[in-house]
């Protein structure tokens, strides 16, 4: 039997009949993904084959990004970013090594690109805020809280907490961390400037002192759950706080 193999699909012969199949990595995808291409060729031996070769489009990209994604946060969450592997990853996503290594290099560019997709939740749930009294600002103030803590889900919020251990004995992962907290303040801050503009705080507010103490009163909060603070406890902590803090600038 010729064999020819075409990744990630291979082509058999199998008497005048000719069955294509896709490898275990991309077994549960759909051929709708796929655009496929034909070639017919002649061997020494005048026999037949047909290479399927598939133009990956963007959509099977994004779906596989994605799952590497989902894999990686479960597998920090289980081991730790220390102990997980780039196999343990890959096993969870089934896919191969060599297809997630396409995607992404190491553990690191996994977490970093974790941490952009945070951001982007976050940026998201605050654009979803309009206020147009103070008292309207506070109630959103609390709401935001409860939306932004279902839309982070457990698993990333178990990460966050690994990953701040890991840090203190990984230099790479800290400025990683260090430059996500950065980028999380600003977008707070921007936030907390427009509602400034608004004229819901004080002209001489320090808003980036004010978004550094959201950030850390969140975290904080999350971290406390984890110690076996509830979440109900939680809540409490959270909107008393908020209202104190939007009071004494307002």
């Known amino acids: 039997m010729f064999i020819n193999k075409c990744c990630p699909y291979y082509s058999r012969k199998i008497g005048d009949n000719w069955c294509n199949y896709i490898d275990n990595e991309n077994r ?42 989902q894999s990686a946060i479960e597998c920090f969450s289980k081991y730790g970013l220390d102990r997980t592997r780039m196999e343990d990853i890959a096993q969870t996503a089934d896919l191969s090594k060599g297809t997630l290594y396409l995607y992404f290099k190491s553990k690191e560019d996994l977490f970093y690109v974790i941490c952009e997709n945070n951001l982007k939740v976050l940026k998201e749930q605050l654009s979803q805020i309009f206020a147009t009294t103070k008292e309207d600002l506070v109630s959103n103030a609390e709401q935001f809280n409860e939306n932004f803590h279902k839309v982070e889900k457990r698993e990333n919020e178990k990460v966050f907490c690994e990953i701040i251990a890991e840090s203190a004995r990984n230099p790479n992962l800290q400025k990683v961390l260090y430059a996500q907290r950065i980028k999380t303040i600003n977008v707070v801050k921007e936030y907390l400037d427009r509602q400034m503009e608004k004229g819901f705080f004080r002209k001489d507010t320090d808003t980036e002192a004010i978004a550094s103490g959201f950030v850390a009163l969140y975290d904080g909060l999350i971290a406390s759950e984890f110690l076996g603070v509830s979440e109900n406890h939680s809540k409490k902590s959270w909107r008393k706080t908020v209202r104190a803090i939007i009071a004494g600038i307002g």
């Open 28 to 69: 549960n995808t759909t051929g709708k993904i796929f655009q496929v291409s034909l070639k017919v060729r002649q061997t020494k031996k005048e026999e037949k084959t047909i290479e399927m070769c598939p133009k990956v489009t963007t959509e099977y990209k994004t779906e596989i990004k994605e799952r590497i994604i």
